[in-house]
């Protein structure tokens, strides 16, 4: 085979990958626009299918069923809560809890659709166990990523004070987002992510 035909064969086969990942992510968004809209019932395979705009034998292909699509939705929401906690190098350790802090409180965590998707998603651990062993895990985790930034911008707070910390912020920030449903006070949102700062940067 000629370097000119292995490249296009890599190309090729870089395209296909690319495009089936594109539809996986197509799929997803759908899961989580008919679990934002509709709610857990409304997620069918063929429901699925229809919203992401592919056939239903891809989706098939994909995903087992309809548990193993939502529980793939929910580690993409997992994937999206580790970003708030994700430090950034570039900053002081300080400015990494505050930025990280602030996160929760951005606009498009505050729409009534990703608010809605969101309960909905707290919903779904009382559904399935495996929705609820997701749902702690990803919580575990998340607090665990709090704690690596109170610890990096507290470094004289034992393990367990940052861990505890973590949980109160955890609390605040659940709140904010429940609150927010039923509409949102910017004001009180600016203080409870102030509250936040206080509960983990205090001496």
Request: hydrophobic content about 50%; proline content about 2%; aromatic content about 4%.
């Amino acid at each position: 085979m000629t370097s000119r035909s292995c490249a296009t064969g890599l190309l090729a086969s870089r395209l296909v990958s690319d495009n089936s990942s594109d539809r996986q992510v197509r799929i997803l968004d759908a899961v989580l626009e008919l679990l934002s809209t509709k709610g857990i019932s409304g997620v069918s395979m063929r429901a699925v299918a229809r919203e992401a705009g592919v056939s239903l034998g891809l989706v098939n292909y994909h995903y087992v069923d309809k548990v193993g699509l939502i529980a793939a939705a929910l580690r993409r929401i997992e994937d999206d809560d580790l970003a708030i906690v994700a430090p950034d190098p570039s900053l002081p350790a300080v400015d990494q809890l505050k930025v990280a802090l602030g996160k929760v409180a951005k606009p498009e965590f505050l729409t009534a659709h990703y608010l809605a998707l969101r309960l909905q998603l707290w919903a779904l651990a009382t559904a399935n166990e495996e929705f609820a062993r997701i749902n702690a895990e990803a919580q575990e985790r998340y607090r665990q990523g709090l704690v690596a930034l109170i610890a990096g911008a507290r470094p004289h707070l034992s393990q367990a004070e940052c861990a505890n910390r973590a949980a109160d912020i955890d609390v605040i920030q659940n709140w904010i987002w429940l609150s927010a449903l039923i509409g949102i006070d910017h004001r009180a949102v600016d203080r409870a992510v102030r509250q936040c700062e206080s509960i983990a940067l205090r001496d």
